[in-house]
């Protein structure tokens, strides 16, 4: 089941893309699992992916095409991850994509290749080039919510998000769909996430707009802890709108910047909503630590704690194991006593005690909810972070027990 409601809006075409999903029976009939999207030739990409030492054959060649000339075509599978498939995973991936580029009468290394699904069985190439075949007979211009049921593994809805909006005078669309339910602890990337924009923004600036908006939304969640084979994340500037973006630094690539941030932490977010067996949405805030990498330090300590999650699941009020995930965070000179931990709006932990003004009461009203924010305060320095994260429950062993059945 998902926490809260999936988005709601508008879905806005992006000018130079087009899309097509069907079904090649990669492991389940009938049912959405491959997805090939069309870029127009102005259209640049750029991309961040897992740093998995397992990383996917598909992840390897996406990578080593990004580098040889402009992508013009994704190719994303499901229901096989092709990943743990050594040299023949990797031909796999090359033969898909040699098939949809001599469709498309581009250059093989102008397809990008994308998988999620089970690691370590074959990659069904026969039913993926008859995919192929099929979808390239369909693309439209606004195929996007078959795209984002396409790319769907145990998620239980598709995550997408759009947003049009005026920069300067110009109009800007943006639009993004994910996919991620399990195996969330992305590093450089989500499981699968691929975002567009009609802007006109070179490959150097688009690069280093997605690097930041990727660490301040995709790098800040987890389900298990467990970084993904083939996590990847696709930002695709098309040329074909109004805007032209040259600077980090001007007023409007800061308004930019703004909605792609948004657009990416919504994606980022959903993936959370609709962890596997969720039925709480977590935010742990962790503030005045002197360094980032500290405050991540206590709050993936918090957010990845078996314990600290199945009493998130069980409503249970347990803030001792809060305040034991803290303790054990890696920070040899925290000041204990200096810490204050708040459960939603009730302080419970305060000069290394339970807080004297907490009851019980009000910490099984907080847990109770959907929505819960844990903040811990460190009282050591200015620096911030937030990460977001699910609880653990019965039906996420019971999702990754059958996974395979």
């Known amino acids: 089941m998902a926490v809260g409601e999936a988005f709601q809006g508008q879905i806005h075409p992006v000018a130079g893309v087009r899309l097509a999903t069907v079904a090649s029976h990669i492991r389940y009939a ?30 390897e060649l996406a990578r080593a095409h990004l580098t040889a000339t402009t992508a013009r075509y994704f190719v994303i599978n499901t229901g096989n991850a092709n990943a743990g498939t050594g040299a023949a995973g990797r031909q796999a991936a090359e033969t898909c994509c040699a098939a949809l580029a001599e469709l ?27 995919g192929i075949n099929a979808a390239f007979a369909v693309f439209s211009e606004d195929g996007w919510a078959q795209a984002a049921r396409g790319i769907m593994t145990t998620d239980t809805r598709p995550k997408l998000v759009s947003e049009r909006l005026t920069i300067g005078g110009k109009s800007v669309t943006l639009s993004g769909f994910a996919k991620g339910a399990g195996m969330i602890k992305p590093n450089m990337a989500t499981m699968l996430s691929f975002v567009f924009t009609d802007a006109r923004i070179e490959r150097s600036l688009l690069q280093q707009m997605l690097n930041r908006v990727v660490n301040r939304s995709f790098n800040r969640i987890t389900v298990d802890g467990d970084t993904s084979t083939n996590d990847s994340c696709m930002l695709t500037a098309t040329g074909c709108g109004e805007l032209t973006l040259s600077s980090l630094d001007s007023t409007e690539a800061i308004a930019f910047m703004q909605a792609l941030d948004r657009l990416c932490r919504m994606l980022a977010i959903a993936i959370i909503q609709d962890a596997e067996g969720a039925t709480k949405f977590i935010t742990i805030d962790v503030n005045s630590g002197r360094s980032s990498e500290e405050c991540l330090h206590v709050a993936y300590a918090i957010a990845e704690s078996p314990l600290v999650k199945t009493a998130f699941f069980a409503s249970d009020p347990n803030w001792g194991r809060i305040l034991a995930a803290i303790g054990r965070a890696g920070i040899d000179d925290l000041n204990i006593e200096a810490i204050a931990v708040y459960l939603g709006e009730h302080q419970i932990v305060a000069n290394g005690a339970r807080y004297s003004g907490y009851t019980e009461a009000q910490g099984k009203a907080v ?23 699910s609880d653990l429950s019965h039906d996420y062993v019971r999702i990754n027990a059958e996974y395979r059945s």
């Open 104 to 130: 498309a009468g581009v250059p093989v290394a102008a397809v990008l290749p994308f998988s999620t699904g089970v690691i370590g069985e074959t990659l069904p190439v026969t039913k993926v080039i008859n």
């Open 367 to 389: 847990m109770a909810q959907e929505a819960i924010t844990v903040r811990v305060e460190l009282a050591r320095g200015d620096c911030n972070e937030t990460v977001w994260t």
């Open 30 to 59: 009938d049912r959405l699992d491959l997805v090939l999207v069309e870029l127009a030739e102005s259209a640049e990409t750029v991309g961040v992916f897992t740093r998995n030492r397992f990383c996917a054959p598909p992840v």
